[in-house]
C-alpha cells in the first residue's frame, strides 16, 4: 500500500498563490507517475497535472499552463503543486495521486491511478 497525504491548500484571493505538497510513504512505493486533481462540487474530477518520477518529464492541462508548476523531491517523496496567479475558477479539492504506470494515451484519466490522497480544499475569493 502507497499512503498519501496532501497538505498546502487554503483560502487565497484572486491572483494569490499556494503552494500544494503530497507527501508519499508506504512499502516499495514505486510510482511511475504522480499526478494532481481537483474537483469541485457537482463537477467531475479533473486532472491538474503529472510529473513522471524517473524523468521528471511534466504534463498539463490547460487551464494550468503558465500558472501551475509540478515538481517532485525524491529525498523526501514528496510532489509539490505551485500554484501562481489562482482564480476563483480553481477553487476546488485537490488530490494528488499515484500510478505504477504511464500509459501513453490516458496517463490523465484518474481510472490509470492505483492510489489517492484525502484531498484538500483551495477556496479562491474574487
Known amino acids: 500500500q502507497v499512503q498519501l497525504v496532501e497538505s498546502g491548500g487554503g483560502l487565497v484571493q484572486a491572483g494569490g498563490s499556494l503552494r500544494l505538497s503530497c507527501s508519499a510513504s508506504?512499502?516499495?512505493?514505486?510510482?511511475?507517475?504522480m499526478g494532481w486533481f481537483h474537483q469541485a462540487p457537482g463537477k467531475e474530477r479533473e486532472f491538474v497535472a503529472a510529473?513522471?518520477?524517473?524523468?521528471?518529464?511534466?504534463y498539463y492541462a490547460d487551464s494550468a499552463k503558465g500558472r501551475f508548476t509540478i515538481s517532485r523531491d525524491n529525498a523526501k517523496n514528496t510532489v509539490y503543486l505551485q500554484m501562481n496567479s489562482l482564480k476563483p475558477e480553481d477553487t476546488a479539492v485537490y488530490s494528488c495521486?499515484?500510478?505504477?504506470?504511464?500509459?501513453?494515451?490516458?496517463?490523465?484519466?484518474?481510472?490509470?491511478?492505483?492510489?489517492w490522497g484525502q484531498g484538500t480544499q483551495v477556496s479562491v475569493s474574487s
Open positions: 508506504g512499502r516499495a512505493f514505486s510510482s511511475t507517475l
Open positions: 495521486a499515484a500510478s505504477s504506470r504511464f500509459a501513453l494515451n490516458t496517463w490523465y484519466q484518474p481510472y490509470e491511478y492505483d492510489y
Open positions: 510529473i513522471r518520477w524517473s524523468t521528471r518529464s511534466t
